[in-house]
T-cell receptor, first 115, second 118 residues
Framework: AQKITQTQPGMFVQEKEAVTLDCTYD???????LFWYKQPSSGEMIFLIY??????QNATEGRYSLNFQKARKSANLVISASQLGDSAMYFC????????????FGSGTKLNVKP | DAGVTQSPTHLIKTRGQQVTLRCSPK?????VSWYQQALGQGPQFIFQ???????QRGNFPDRFSGHQFPNYSSELNVNALLLGDSALYLC?????????????????FGEGSWLTVV
């Protein structure tokens, strides 16, 4: 079974608007971490935000927030006030507590910000 | 402080050839993982090295092998290259152990090596 599912291959958003990128995950480990990475065309994976499975509050990092719904096993990324520089691939990833150096990645969402 | 550095950045190989990719981890990191990212897909875990030994392996054939040196740098070797090996190969480094409750971004990725097999 897929560990991470991203169902939006591509998304468009108008500059300055908010956008939500979807991510669902599957694990039986009660302790896990969820991550979002941005990958520009250069290839580097840029860390955006992290949510631990036991965290009570949704994570926020500047314009990024993670909408964590544990019962639904979803970890959607919300980008507020989109900027042209946000255009990139976005990957949701998970690692489990017993295997903390192994990441499972989704297939990614290509975000295009329109001026 | 240099982050994770990988070399070469781009290379082209012929089917059947062998390739070696190199990775220098971020200073202070002793664990190196390798990922393969095919075009249009997310990265897939190949294997992880710690204390010069392969500690974990993903679903990749034996044609994929690696090595870690005493200075923690690492190599990824791929033998008998296939067209399907064309991908971006990412190296990630972290300290070991890396507590899940610790700093979330203590794993760092390099910019990758783009391999094209023709």
């Amino acid at each position: 079974a897929q560990k991470i599912t991203q169902t939006q291959p591509g998304m468009f958003v108008q500059e300055k608007e908010a956008v939500t990128l979807d991510c669902t995950y599957d694990t039986s480990d009660p302790s896990y971490g969820l991550f979002w990475y941005k990958q520009p065309s250069s290839g580097e994976m840029i860390f955006l935000i992290y949510q631990g499975s036991y965290d009570q509050q949704n994570a926020t990092e500047g314009r990024y927030s993670l909408n964590f719904q544990k019962a639904r096993k979803s970890a959607n990324l919300v980008i507020s006030a989109s900027q042209l520089g946000d255009s990139a691939m976005y990957f949701c990833a998970m690692r489990e507590a017993y295997n903390f150096n192994k990441f499972y990645f989704g297939s990614g969402t290509k975000l295009n910000v329109k001026p | 402080d240099a982050g994770v550095t990988q070399s070469p950045t781009h290379l082209i190989k012929t089917r059947g050839q062998q390739v070696t990719l190199r990775c220098s981890p971020k200073s202070g990191h002793d664990t190196v993982s390798w990922y393969q990212q095919a075009l249009g897909q997310g990265p897939q875990f190949i294997f992880q090295y710690y204390e010069e030994e392969e500690r974990q392996r993903g679903n990749f054939p034996d044609r994929f092998s690696g090595h870690q040196f005493p200075n923690y740098s690492s190599e990824l070797n791929v033998n008998a290259l296939l067209l399907g090996d064309s991908a971006l190969y990412l190296c990630a480094s972290s300290p070991f152990p890396n507590s899940l409750g610790g700093s979330a971004n203590t794993i760092y990725f390099g910019e990758g090596s783009w391999l094209t097999v023709v």
